[in-house]
């Protein structure tokens, strides 16, 4: 008979029965499950059973918080219902299905774009800081920037635009090795692909919206042309052809022998997409530009401008994502030739804002969120310089709301300037800066739209992100991650709690730190299911060393011999403690840890249990706080935590917890 064999009973009919259950597994304190019917899960009955802690729903699966005994509990539920576990990984790849159309396709963009982000959020702060030294004519009564009246400057501005260049002109390389890094075909070959696109044998994609369609050089065939056209900056080109190359790639590995395949696939592959590239889709995307162009222009010089500015202002920013906003240069330099000003820059630069202002908000709210707040802090700034490619890749089209938030302030400023008539003498300027770039004569009306741009996207962004914003999410969680989940494979050991207490003392005790390091209170972990003690009390620590000890004489009674981040120890006492390391690092699957010890294991105060390297953990962007949580206090009574602030714990030496 199982030691939850009525609880499992309950469980498996409170899910919605064995038909329900599309893929499980378990970690070190919860189940997981990918439900076919989601609405199936009778939530309030599962949390009344009496071994479930909890429950909560992330990124498509449903998760109900067993604790320590999980590894029982979860052999016991497969048992009996007759199903195999998964891996951790099949269980997020199931997860996906219950996701809705929208959520996918975000999903397969962040997919693409997030091995981009370091090298936007670089390129941003660098080409901000171009708008700054060359842009911007600080001197001789606004004639002259920093980079004209100083060599080194000018010396300065010309290198950076070499990293500027790199990040921002060559997009299209990045973003087809991405998406053949993802679909899992040659790499190189998207690599190549995308040279292609940005070769300096072809006109500049950045000149094409001001060069003369005769201009424009050209294959010539005999029967037909085609125009060497470069797709530097572009985005909706290169998905497409790194598209097109994946799946051509796809079907030739499947279709031709093995024995020609070295030859045959990446010559049959590559030299269509790239024929494709050029004749298809770059034509098809020059083409929607070009509309897009002169919808806006029309729009802004019709008796509805300010309704038109309004919908521009709300549409700009997913223009940028398309890298089509490039078309609006030939549209400023038109305004500025034929009105001596433009006022389409202006609202340009307040859309920078705007979305920089929801970034803020973002930065605010996951203040604690240490990797957060690596994309966040240089994304809002590049945005507030005039770059919005980080911000919006990086951060706001991420989590979804605050990109709509910015977007409504954006057209809230762009209906503002349009309707007081402000007008840029130049363009280039963007952001903050920007008003260095209006007429003097509106610097006022500027002003009132500008801080419509910062407001309306900060207020609406901290309002909808108090509210939809998860716990894992404000304070150190990834999205798609749920915790502190092995392989779904590994299986929990169990020892059963000793009944007798042979060593430890009747009546008082204490836990030395398991960690040297500063003791933080548990609230303050970025991991709800710990810091709302879900499973137990304890406490953590921000460590400065790399091996966990034994807090107090005990046995091992559970250890993840898969992913080694994390073992469970009864004392003498009878009290069941479970240590913890790091946020997330069951996704290193044991890569930079060592176990010491075995289930069944009788340890000594201090001895060592797991070392980590630090390094690697932080290079792989995890957390390093480590969680002492106590699932059991045994005879323990009167138990008293040292979670003041900033106590520095030496392992093995500074009593961190103490009971009677």
């Known amino acids: 008979m199982g030691k939850y064999q009525e609880?499992?009973?309950?469980?498996?009919t409170y899910i919605g029965g064995k038909e329900n259950i599309q893929a499980v597994s378990h970690c070190m304190t919860r189940m997981r499950f990918v439900l076919v019917d989601p609405k199936k899960a009778d939530e309030k009955a599962i949390e009344e059973i009496s071994c479930v802690k909890g429950t909560f729903t992330q990124a498509g699966q449903y998760q109900v918080i067993i604790g320590n005994d999980v590894g029982v509990f979860y052999n016991e539920f497969t048992a009996y219902a007759g199903i195999e576990g998964v891996s951790k990984d099949a269980v997020k790849a199931a997860a996906k299905t219950n996701q809705k159309p929208i959520q996918k396709i975000m999903g397969a963009l962040g997919e693409i774009f997030a091995p981009l982000i370091p090298?936007?959020?670089?390129?941003?702060?660098?080409?901000?800081?171009?708008?700054?030294?060359g842009e911007i004519n600080f001197f001789n009564n606004g004639t002259q920037s920093l980079a004209d009246i100083s060599q080194f400057w000018a010396g300065m501005y010309s290198f950076l635009w070499l990293i500027g260049e790199a990040v921002f002109h060559m997009l299209p390389v990045g973003i087809v090795w991405s998406i053949t890094k993802k679909m899992g075909t040659t790499q190189i070959l998207g690599i190549i692909l995308g040279l292609t696109l940005v070769s300096p044998q072809l006109l500049n994609g950045f000149s094409v919206a001001t060069t003369?369609?005769?201009?424009?050089?050209?294959?010539?065939?005999?029967?037909f042309k085609v125009q060497q056209i470069g797709y530097q900056g572009q985005v909706i080109a290169a998905i497409m052809a790194g598209f097109v190359l994946v799946y051509l790639e796809k079907f030739f590995k499947k279709h031709c022998p093995e024995v020609?395949?070295?030859?045959?696939?990446?010559?049959?592959?590559?030299?269509?997409?790239?024929?494709?590239?050029?004749?298809v889709v770059g034509p098809i995307g020059w083409k929607i530009g070009d509309g897009i162009a002169k919808v806006v222009y029309g729009g802004l010089m019709s008796p509805f401008g300010v309704i038109f500015a309004g919908i521009f202002g709300l549409l700009y920013a997913p223009i940028v994502m398309t890298g089509l906003h490039h078309m609006t240069n030939a549209i400023d330099s038109q305004l500025i030739n034929a009105y001596d000003g433009t006022i389409l820059w202006p609202m340009i630069a307040l859309s920078n804002i705007a979305q920089g202002s929801s970034v803020l908000a973002m930065?605010?709210?996951q203040k604690k969120n240490e990797r957060a707040q690596q994309v966040n802090v240089p994304a809002c700034i590049s945005c507030y310089l005039g770059v919005t490619e980080p911000a919006l890749f990086g951060v706001n089209l991420k989590y979804g709301f605050p990109l709509v938030c910015g977007m409504i302030g954006s057209a809230i400023a762009a209906m503002i300037s349009v309707g007081s008539g402000i007008q840029a003498l130049s363009i280039g300027v963007g952001g903050l800066p920007g008003i260095l770039s209006i007429k003097s004569d509106f610097y006022l009306q500027f002003l009132l739209a500008m801080a419509a741009a910062v407001a309306v996207p900060f207020l609406l962004t901290m309002a909808v992100g108090s509210r939809k914003l998860s716990y894992e999410e404000k304070y150190g969680k990834q999205k798609e991650e749920s915790?502190?989940?092995?392989?779904?494979?590994v299986q929990a050991e169990q020892q059963p709690v000793q009944e007798e207490n042979s060593s430890a003392p009747a009546e008082g005790g204490e836990l030395k730190a398991f960690l040297s390091g500063t003791v933080i209170p548990l609230e303050e972990v970025p991991d709800d299911v710990f810091s709302k003690r879900i499973i137990g009390d304890g406490l953590a620590i921000e460590p400065i060393d790399h091996t966990v000890v034994a807090p107090a004489e005990g046995t091992v009674s559970v250890v993840m011999k898969d992913s080694k981040h994390a073992c469970g120890l009864t004392l003498d006492n009878g009290m069941e403690i479970l240590?913890?390391?790091?946020?997330?690092?069951?996704?290193?699957?044991?890569?930079?840890?060592e176990l010491f010890v075995d289930q069944g294991d009788h340890v000594k105060e201090g001895q060592p249990l797991i070392s980590f390297d630090p390094e690697k953990i932080r290079a792989a962007g995890y957390p390093l706080t480590t969680i002492l949580i106590m699932t059991n206090p045994g005879q323990a009574k009167d138990v008293t935590y040292r979670d003041q602030e900033g106590l520095k714990a030496e392992a093995g030496e500074t009593p961190i917890i103490t009971f009677d």
């Open 7 to 12: 609880e499992v009973k309950e469980l498996l």
């Open 119 to 133: 090298a936007l959020i670089c390129g941003g702060l660098i080409l901000g800081f171009l708008n700054v030294i």
């Open 212 to 223: 003369a369609p005769a201009d424009i050089p050209v294959w010539d065939f005999g029967f």
């Open 260 to 279: 020609v395949s070295m030859i045959v696939v990446p010559f049959c592959s590559l030299v269509p997409a790239v024929v494709i590239a050029h004749t």
């Open 363 to 365: 930065s605010i709210l």
């Open 483 to 489: 915790g502190d989940e092995p392989d779904g494979n």
């Open 579 to 593: 240590i913890h390391i790091g946020i997330d690092t069951v996704a290193m699957n044991g890569d930079g840890f």
